[in-house]
C-alpha cells in the first residue's frame, strides 16, 4: 500500500462532525443525528464516524494508530456473518431440478433440445426470436413442488405463448405451449390464456411490458403478472408432478417474435413474495449490496466539507472540520476493494450485481430528479475506473440502464421525472466521461443498448386508465371537475414526455460528438451514422419479412426521427465545446434551424443513391433502381448538387419566405415561443460522403479522409441566414459541378442534407402509421360522441321501458368506447402534436415539395427520386393539416408558405414518368381530400398550375383505377350545377373551375370524347352492380352489414357518376345535340333505364312524388 494512503490516527482532527448515538444500549444499531464542534459536545473521535458510515453499534469500533485500506476492509469483512445468516433462508429450494447443458449446473438456459422450429439466442444473456413460422422450446429446469417464476421482457408484441409445460407435451409447427392438455400458456396479443382450447384472460401487452410467469404447487395454481400487477389466476387444480416429471419453463415464438427470458441471473424487475426465481441469487448479494450502502453514507459525510450543500449551511460556525478528504482514500478504495473481490470471486454474481445493486447505487447518487448530485457521481466514476476490471462491470451497467429505459412506464404521480427519464438523465451524464463513451462503444451491446435508450414504453389501455383517470370531451354531461382535471393531466404528461425527449436528443448529440478511437481517424457523426444505417436495415429487414405480428419496437423509429426533426428545425449547441470541435466543420454559432435558414438552398444528388446499403431495394419514381444503373447519364447525375433560391416556385405575388416581411406558418410566431434545446451540435449543410459506403460492422470501418491532414478536408459552410436571392424562376435548375470543392473534400462529416434524409426515410417506415392510427382514434371519437348524443336523444324521446333499458344499456358500450377513444386520442395529442414538432413538420414540407419541384425540370434527375420522398412529403402534410390541436387555421395554412404544395400535387398526380399508380393515387387523393374546405379550394383557384392544368389533366386521369378520386374532385368543383341543384348560392362550389372545365371540353373535342365514352361506361357499370345487389338482397331472406354496405356504395358511386353526365348535359349540351348519335342514343338508354327501376318500385306514387319536389312543368 502506497504511504500517503495511510493515515495516522494521531494527526486527525477531532473537531469531525459526528453522528451520536441517543444513549442506546451497546451492540444495537445506532439511530443518529448530525451535532457539529460547536454544539458543545467536545472532540469526538473518528471512530464515530467509520461506526456511520459501516452501519456499526455505538463504540464498536477500537482506536487505532493507523487507518489505511485493510483496516477499512477488517472493519467491513466483520459484518460477513451478519450476511450468511439473512441468506440463510434462500438455501431451501426443493422441488427444482436444473438439467446441465454444458454451460454450468446452476445455470438455467434453453434446452436446445426441446427446440422445435427455429428459435435462436440472438443476444446474451438470453435473448431469443423466432426464425420460423412458429417456434417453441424448454428451459433445462423443471419443479415439482413449491412456488417458482421466471420472467419475459417483450421485444416484440406479437403473437407469443408464454407458460408452462411438461416432457410429455410435444411441439409442431402449429401446436406450441398452451395448445395440448399438458401446457399452460398465457398470450397478451389475443389476450388469451391457452390449455388446448383459448379463453379470454389478462390484457393486451405492449413492447417493453415484464410478464411475470408463477406457479404454485403448493395450490396447484398459475398466474401471470403484467409488470408487477396480477392478471388473477390463469389456472387452477392442475395436476399434481413428481421429480421425475415436473414442469417446465416453455415458450411459443411466432415468426419475427422475440423476447427477454430471466430465470434468476439478473434481479427480477418484479418479483413477486413468496416465488422464487429457478437460479438462485449469489449468496454474498446482500454483502454486496451492504458495501454499496457504506459507500453511499460516506458520499453523504463528505457532503458535509462542500459549501454547496446543505450541511455546510448549517455547520457553517465550525473552526474546524476533520481532514475527511484524507479520509476519504483508504475508506472508498478499502470498500470498493471488497466490494470487486466479492464480485470477482463468486460464480455467476457478475451479471447479476452489474443489473442489481450497481444501477440502483448509481441511481440513488446521482437522483431520479433534479438537480443532480453530479459531483459525487463523478467521484464514484472515477473509483470504478481505478480498478481493474471495472471496464466489463461498467459496460454491463450501461446495458442494465438501457433496459430500464425500455421497461420503464410513465407514471402520473412521478411526473414529470418518469419513465424513462431517470435512466436516460444518470447515462447522458455519465456518458460525458469520455472513458465511459469508449466503453459504450467498444462493447459488442452499443447499437442493441442505443435502441433501448432510444424507447419509450407505450401505455395499454389499462395503462391509459391509470395515467388519465378523468375523461373529458366538447359537450360532455360529466362532472364539471373532468375538464380541468384532466387538463392538468395532459400538462403533467406532456412536460414528462418533453423531458425524455430532451434527454434523448442529449444522448444523440453525444453520439454523434464522439470521435472513436480508430485508425484512421474519424470524424465527429461517423458513429451516428452507423447506427442509423444499421438500425434503417434492420427496419426494412423487418417490413420485407411481411410478417403479421408486430415485429418491432416502434417507439424507436419515433424517437429518432423526433430527434432529427429537433436538430434540423429547432436547431442545437453543446455547452463548452465550440473548442474542442473548432476545425472540424460544425457550425456552432447560427441559432436558425436548417429547415427555416433563408437564401439560396442546395441538395447533393448523391444522396437519392445511398442511404442503406443496398441501393436496390429503394424504390424510384421512375422504377426499380436497376432499370437506371447502365444509364450513361447516372454517373452524371450522382455527382450534381442541386441549387436553387428559396420560394423559387412560387408567383411573385404569393412568395412567403423566410427572408421576406411576411414569415411562413412555421415562423409566423415569436421567438421566445419557440423551444430550444441545451444539448446538441448545430449540424453544416453541404456534400459529404454520407451513407454510399457499405454499412460497416463497426463504425472504425468508416471511410477516412484521403487527406493526411484531418482539416484539409473541411469546408465551412457560408451563412444564410441574411441572404435575400433573387428569383430565377422554376425553370433555372441550377448545378453544383464541382465535386472536389463540395463533396471528396468532407467525406465523413455529418451533414444537415444527410439527416435530412433518414428523417424521410425513418417517417415512411414507421412514423406514419403512428399518424394514421392517431387519426382513426379521433376520427372514431368523433363518431362515438354523435352516437351518444343520438343515443341520448332516443332516451328522452322513447317511453317504453323495454326500449329505454336496451338504449341505456347501448349507451354504456357507447361511453366506454368513448372514453378509451379519449384516452388514446390525448395520448397521441401529447405524444405526436408538441407544437415545436408542428412548426419542424411545417418547414419540411416547404423544403422537399421545393427540392422536388426543382428536380421535377429535369426528366433524369426526377426519375431516380425515392418514392419515400414523395410519400413522406404527402403523409407529412396530411398528418399536419388533421392535427390535433390544428397547426393553424385552414385559410392560411397552404397560403402562408405551402402554396407549392399545391403546384406539386397538380403537376405531378398524372406525371407520365411516375410510373408507380400508388403514388399517383397518393397525389390525386390529396386533391380529392384538399378541395373538399373552401379554404383550400381557394389555393387551387388562386394557383396558377392548377388553372392551367388541372381540367385537362382531371378529363385525362378518368381511366378504370382513378376514376373515384377524379370524381370525387370534379364534383366538388361543380357542385349544385344542374342535378340537384340549390336554390340559393352554392357558396362551397368553383364557379371559376366550372368555366375552366367547360372551357376543356370545348377546346379539345377528341379529350372530351374519350372522357365521355368512359363516364357512360363506369356509370353502366355501376348501375348494373347496383341493380344486382338489389335483386340479392331482395331474394336472401336474410341481409348482411357487408352486403348492405357494398349496395350503399355502388349507389352512391352511380349518384356521383349520374351528376358528372348531368353537369355535361347542362353545360355542354351541343355534345349531345349536335355531335355524334351514340352519345344522345347512350344518354337516353342511360335515362330510361333509370326510370324504369323508379317507376317499377313497390311504392307507385314515388316517381310522382320525385317528379313534383323538382317543380318542374309537365
Given amino acids: 500500500m502506497e504511504e500517503d494512503s495511510n493515515i495516522r490516527f494521531t494527526g486527525i482532527s477531532s473537531g469531525l462532525a459526528v453522528l451520536l448515538s441517543d444513549n442506546k444500549p451497546k451492540g444495537s444499531p445506532q439511530k443518529s443525528r448530525l451535532i457539529s464542534y460547536c ?47 439473512e441468506n440463510a433462508v434462500d438455501r431451501h429450494r426443493d422441488g427444482l431440478s436444473i438439467i446441465n447443458c454444458g454451460s454450468s449446473t446452476s445455470t438455467v438456459v434453453i434446452d436446445s433440445s426441446s427446440v422445435c422450429g427455429d428459435m435462436k439466442t440472438i443476444r446474451n444473456p438470453l435473448i431469443v426470436e423466432s426464425q420460423t413460422v412458429f417456434s417453441s422450446a424448454r428451459a433445462n429446469a423443471c419443479v415439482w413442488k413449491g412456488k417458482w417464476m421466471y420472467e419475459v421482457t417483450l421485444e416484440t408484441s406479437g403473437i407469443q405463448q408464454l407458460g408452462w409445460a411438461i416432457i410429455p407435451c410435444s411441439f409442431t409447427d402449429q401446436k406450441g405451449v398452451g395448445d395440448s392438455d399438458d401446457s399452460y400458456a398465457y ?66 415464438l411466432s415468426d419475427g417474435e422475440c423476447c427477454d427470458l430471466n430465470f434468476g441471473a439478473r434481479p427480477f424487475k418484479y418479483p413477486i413474495s413468496g416465488f422464487l426465481p429457478f437460479q438462485a441469487p449469489p449468496n454474498s448479494r446482500d454483502y454486496a449490496n451492504y458495501l454499496l450502502s457504506c459507500l453511499t453514507r460516506l458520499l453523504e459525510v463528505q457532503c458535509l466539507d462542500k459549501p454547496g450543500s446543505a450541511y455546510f449551511e448549517k455547520l457553517r460556525r465550525l473552526k474546524r472540520f476533520a481532514p475527511l478528504k484524507e479520509l476519504f482514500y483508504p475508506i472508498s478504495h478499502g470498500i470498493m476493494e471488497e466490494l470487486f473481490d466479492v464480485v470477482n470471486s463468486s460464480e455467476g454474481s457478475f451479471e447479476y450485481f452489474a443489473w442489481g445493486a450497481i444501477p440502483s447505487f448509481f441511481l440513488g447518487i446521482f437522483g431520479v430528479q433534479e438537480a443532480h448530485d453530479c459531483a459525487s457521481l463523478d467521484q464514484v466514476l472515477e473509483l470504478f475506473l481505478e480498478f481493474p476490471g471495472s471496464d466489463s462491470l461498467l459496460q454491463h451497467l450501461i446495458r442494465a440502464l438501457s433496459y430500464g429505459c425500455k421497461v420503464a412506464p410513465l407514471v402520473l404521480t412521478e411526473c414529470p421525472y418518469s419513465g424513462s427519464y431517470p435512466y436516460l438523465a444518470l447515462v447522458c451524464y455519465i456518458l460525458r466521461h469520455r472513458a465511459m463513451m469508449v466503453l459504450w462503444w467498444k462493447s459488442p451491446d452499443f447499437e442493441f443498448s442505443f435502441e433501448g435508450f432510444l424507447s419509450l414504453k407505450r401505455p395499454n389501455k389499462q395503462d391509459l386508465h391509470c395515467l388519465i383517470p378523468s375523461v373529458w370531451w366538447p359537450g360532455s354531461c360529466e362532472d364539471v371537475g373532468c375538464e380541468s382535471s384532466m387538463m392538468l393531466t395532459m400538462t403533467a404528461l406532456s412536460t414528462a414526455i418533453d423531458k425524455i425527449e430532451e434527454k434523448h436528443r442529449e444522448l444523440c448529440s453525444l453520439v454523434i460528438q464522439f470521435v472513436p478511437p480508430a485508425i484512421p481517424k474519424e470524424l465527429p457523426g461517423s458513429v451516428f451514422r452507423a447506427f442509423l444505417q444499421g438500425f434503417i436495415l434492420k427496419v426494412r429487414g423487418i417490413q420485407n419479412k411481411m410478417t403479421t405480428s408486430v415485429v418491432s419496437n416502434n417507439s424507436v423509429v419515433v424517437s429518432l426521427y423526433t430527434v432529427i426533426l429537433h436538430f434540423l428545425s429547432e436547431g442545437f449547441k453543446v455547452e463548452g465545446l465550440s473548442g474542442s470541435l473548432k476545425g472540424i466543420g460544425l457550425n456552432l454559432e447560427s441559432d436558425v434551424g436548417f429547415l427555416h435558414r433563408a437564401g439560396k438552398r442546395r441538395f447533393p444528388l448523391e444522396l437519392f443513391f445511398v442511404g442503406d446499403g443496398n441501393c436496390a431495394g429503394v424504390r424510384r419514381i421512375g422504377g426499380g433502381f436497376s432499370n437506371h444503373l447502365f444509364n450513361s447519364q447516372f454517373s452524371e447525375e450522382k455527382a450534381k448538387v442541386v441549387q436553387w433560391d428559396e420560394g423559387g416556385m412560387d408567383d411573385d405575388d404569393t412568395r412567403i419566405t423566410h427572408s421576406t416581411m411576411k414569415k411562413p406558418c412555421c415562423c409566423s410566431n415569436s421567438v421566445n415561443d419557440v423551444e430550444t434545446s441545451k444539448h446538441g451540435i448545430m449540424l453544416t449543410s453541404g456534400g459529404f460522403k454520407g451513407l454510399c459506403s457499405p454499412v460497416p460492422v463497426r463504425s472504425t470501418q468508416v ?123 390525448a395520448w397521441y395529442r401529447i405524444s405526436l402534436f408538441s407544437r415545436w414538432k408542428q412548426r419542424g413538420m411545417y418547414a419540411t414540407c416547404m423544403w422537399v415539395v421545393e427540392l422536388l419541384l426543382v428536380l421535377s425540370n429535369s426528366d433524369t434527375c426526377f426519375c431516380y427520386v425515392p418514392e419515400f420522398y414523395l410519400e413522406s412529403l404527402v403523409d407529412t402534410f396530411h398528418a399536419l393539416r388533421k392535427s390535433d390541436p390544428p397547426f393553424v387555421a385552414s385559410a392560411i395554412f397552404l397560403k ?219
Fill in 39 to 85: 454544539d458543545g459536545i467536545g472532540d469526538h473521535s473518528v471512530e464515530q464516524t467509520l461506526e456511520h458510515i459501516f452501519d456499526l453499534p455505538h463504540k464498536s469500533v477500537r482506536s487505532t494508530s493507523l487507518i489505511d485500506i485493510n483496516f477499512i476492509r477488517s472493519i467491513s469483512r466483520s459484518q460477513i456473518p451478519r450476511f450468511q445468516l
Fill in 187 to 252: 398470450d397478451g396479443r389475443r389476450v388469451n390464456k391457452w390449455n388446448k382450447d383459448p379463453v379470454s384472460y389478462g390484457q393486451s401487452w405492449v413492447v417493453g411490458d415484464v410478464i411475470g410467469c408463477c406457479i404454485d404447487l403448493d395450490n396447484d395454481e398459475i398466474s401471470f403478472f403484467r409488470n408487477g400487477v396480477s392478471l388473477g389466476v390463469a389456472f387452477d387444480r392442475i395436476q399434481k408432478m413428481n421429480p421425475e416429471n415436473g414442469y417446465y419453463p416453455a415458450i411459443s
Fill in 703 to 825: 471511410v477516412a479522409m484521403n487527406s493526411s491532414n484531418p482539416d484539409a478536408g473541411i469546408v465551412d459552410k457560408p451563412s444564410t441566414s441574411n441572404q435575400s436571392e433573387a428569383y430565377s424562376g422554376c425553370g433555372s435548375l441550377q448545378y453544383s459541378e464541382s465535386r472536389t470543392s463540395f463533396i471528396e473534400h468532407t467525406l465523413d462529416v455529418l451533414r444537415e442534407e444527410e439527416l435530412l434524409h433518414t428523417k424521410l426515410l425513418l417517417y415512411h417506415l414507421g412514423v406514419a402509421s403512428n399518424f394514421r392510427q392517431a387519426f382513426y382514434y379521433m376520427s372514431h371519437q368523433s363518431q362515438s360522441i354523435s352516437l351518444l348524443d343520438d343515443t341520448d336523444k332516443q332516451i328522452r324521446e322513447k317511453s317504453c321501458i323495454e326500449q329505454v333499458k336496451r338504449l341505456k344499456e347501448a349507451r354504456n358500450a357507447y361511453r366506454e368506447e368513448l372514453v378509451d377513444c379519449v384516452r388514446q386520442c
Fill in 896 to 1114: 402562408q408558405g405551402l402554396a407549392s404544395f399545391v403546384t406539386f400535387v397538380v403537376r405531378h398526380f398524372n406525371d407520365p414518368r411516375i410510373l408507380s399508380a400508388d403514388i399517383k393515387d397518393l397525389l390525386l387523393h390529396s386533391i380529392s381530400s384538399l378541395v373538399q374546405c373552401k379554404d383550400y379550394l381557394i389555393a387551387f383557384e388562386n394557383n396558377k398550375e392548377a388553372i392551367h392544368s388541372l381540367p385537362k389533366a382531371l378529363l385525362l386521369a378518368f381511366d378504370n383505377r382513378s376514376w373515384i378520386p377524379v370524381t370525387n374532385i370534379i364534383l366538388r368543383l361543380c357542385k349544385g350545377s344542374g342535378f340537384g341543384a340549390s336554390k340559393h348560392l352554392e357558396s362551397s362550389s368553383s364557379a371559376h373551375f366550372q368555366v375552366l372545365l367547360r372551357e376543356a371540353c370545348c377546346s379539345d373535342e377528341t379529350l372530351f370524347s374519350s372522357f365521355l365514352n368512359r363516364l357512360f361506361n363506369t356509370l353502366s357499370w355501376t348501375m348494373t352492380e347496383f341493380s344486382v345487389s338489389i335483386r340479392e338482397m331482395q331474394e336472401n331472406c336474410q341481409v348482411g352489414d357487408l352486403q348492405q354496405r357494398r349496395c350503399g356504395v355502388v349507389f352512391d358511386l352511380s349518384c356521383s357518376l349520374a351528376r358528372l353526365l348531368e353537369f355535361c348535359t347542362r353545360e355542354i349540351p351541343q355534345v349531345f345535340l349536335l355531335g355524334p348519335d351514340m352519345n344522345l342514343r347512350r344518354l337516353i338508354e342511360l335515362i330510361i333505364f333509370i326510370l324504369n327501376h323508379i317507376i317499377s318500385a313497390s311504392d307507385a306514387e314515388f316517381f310522382d312524388m320525385e317528379y313534383e319536389k323538382m317543380e318542374l312543368p309537365v
